[in-house]
């Protein structure tokens, strides 16, 4: 069964500033991969998505993220924050195959961003 | 386009009795899944629906079921609610079937008591 880990569960930045979040997975082959983003009271917005070929990808509000087999990672990186990006952010693994939309999620990023 | 709409959003239920959550997903959608989302356990996936067919089911007890209509509209249902049950119910919809993007509606908060 595939299993998704981001290891920090509180991450604060300046407003300005890089981010990166990380995010390990567990799975058999490669798998789609999600990031997700939460505002409170909200439901959850999706950022970009991996399915195959160039292993970096662009997403929306200026997010971009990396596939790394070798490391089974898949980090979300911004560089330069806004406040407006304070936020819990998901990373999930979706299985190939007759898996339908299942996807297994992270616990989660809250990102706090200081003025 | 109007985006997933998920009623009620906030329900207060007491142990013992059952409660239904509907979710209206984006026109065109056929794939509504449905997940939990509470602090200790975090997202978990409850069951996908498909065409009126159950696709996939997570690891939740009978206690939770669901439906979808023909006009792709799902409900999921609760039975004999434990104070573990309150949670964020999120319904999420999709064109097809995997692996594309989720439309996540804002959820319905339940609260048990």
């Known amino acids: 069964a595939q299993s998704v880990t981001q290891p920090d569960i509180h991450i604060t930045v300046s407003e300005g500033a890089s981010l990166e979040l990380r995010c390990n997975y567990s799975?058999?082959?490669?798998?789609?991969l999600f990031w997700y983003v939460q505002s409170p009271g909200q439901g959850l917005q999706l950022l970009l998505k991996?399915?195959?070929?160039?292993?970096l990808v662009q997403g929306i509000k200026g997010f971009e993220a990396e596939f790394k087999r070798s490391q089974s990672s898949f980090n979300l990186r911004k560089p330069s924050v806004h406040w407006s990006d304070a936020a819990e952010y998901f990373c999930a693994v979706g299985a190939r195959g007759n898996a339908g939309n299942m996807l297994t999620f992270g616990g989660g990023t809250r990102l706090m961003v200081k003025p | 386009k109007a985006g997933v709409t998920q009623t009620p959003r906030y329900l207060i239920k007491t142990r013992g009795q059952q409660v239904t959550l509907s979710c209206s997903p984006i026109s065109g959608h056929r794939s509504v899944s449905w997940y939990q989302q509470t602090p200790g356990q975090g997202l978990q996936f409850l069951f996908e629906y498909f065409s009126e067919t159950q696709r996939n089911k997570g690891n939740f007890p009978g206690r939770f079921s669901g439906r979808q209509f023909s006009n792709s509209r799902s409900e999921m249902n609760v039975s004999t609610l434990e104070l573990g049950d309150s949670a964020l119910y999120l319904c999420?919809?999709?064109?097809?079937?995997?692996?594309?993007?989720?439309?996540f509606g804002n959820g319905t908060r339940l609260t048990v008591t």
């Open positions: 991996y399915f195959s070929g160039d292993t």
């Open positions: 999420a919809s999709s064109l097809e079937l995997g692996p594309g993007a989720l439309h």
């Open positions: 799975y058999g082959a490669t798998p789609y």
